[in-house]
């Protein structure tokens, strides 16, 4: 979106005006918006709006207009700035990409792993370490048998820190 007051730049700063029960949204760009630059700036007319919306009629540039699993349309996105369902992801991708690296600075998840680790490799460490002590105790090893009875103690527990680790 382009900066209402210089028409430009890309615009980055959102000004909402709220009076009684009149809203007034301005776009500006970081320029136009930095301190010192505030004067009454005019948003254009919904002439732009309406032609932007309307050109979600149809395929546009190759992307289909409504996803072939729930049956959102790109309107219907655009409009409500929410999907249908997981694939709309794969229907709308050339248009949601550039929107989610302008908004989140990246494309994919680049969080962080949950603490815990995954449960999935600490059951199957907690199943491992089990057949290993029967086994030991079968071989009359009672240390080896004493030191995995300890550790999967403290994996059923939660109290290891190499399980809350991940390894």
Not at 3 to 11: D, T, V
Not at 14 to 35: M, Q, Y
Not at 44 to 64: K, N, Y
């Amino acid at each position: 979106m382009k900066c209402h007051r210089c028409g430009q730049r890309e615009a980055t700063v959102h000004w909402l005006e709220i009076s009684g029960e009149t809203r007034h949204s301005v776009w500006l760009c970081a320029d136009c918006a930095a301190p010192g630059e505030r004067e009454p700036v005019t948003a254009p007319g919904p002439e732009p709006l309406v032609s932007f919306l309307g050109r979600g009629l149809g395929s546009v540039g190759g992307v289909p207009s409504v996803c072939a699993v729930c049956g959102t349309t790109i309107d219907d996105v655009r409009r409500d700035n929410r999907l249908g369902c997981g694939a709309c992801y794969t229907s709308f991708k050339s248009t949601l990409l550039p929107l989610l690296a302008r908004f989140h600075r990246h494309v994919s998840h680049v969080g962080k792993v949950p603490g815990g680790g995954r449960p999935s490799s600490r059951l199957a460490e907690i199943t491992r370490l089990r057949l290993s002590l029967t086994k030991a105790v079968a071989a009359e090893e009672f240390e080896r048998a004493a030191s995995l009875r300890d550790r999967l103690r403290a994996l059923e527990d939660g109290t290891d820190s190499d399980a809350r680790a991940g390894s």
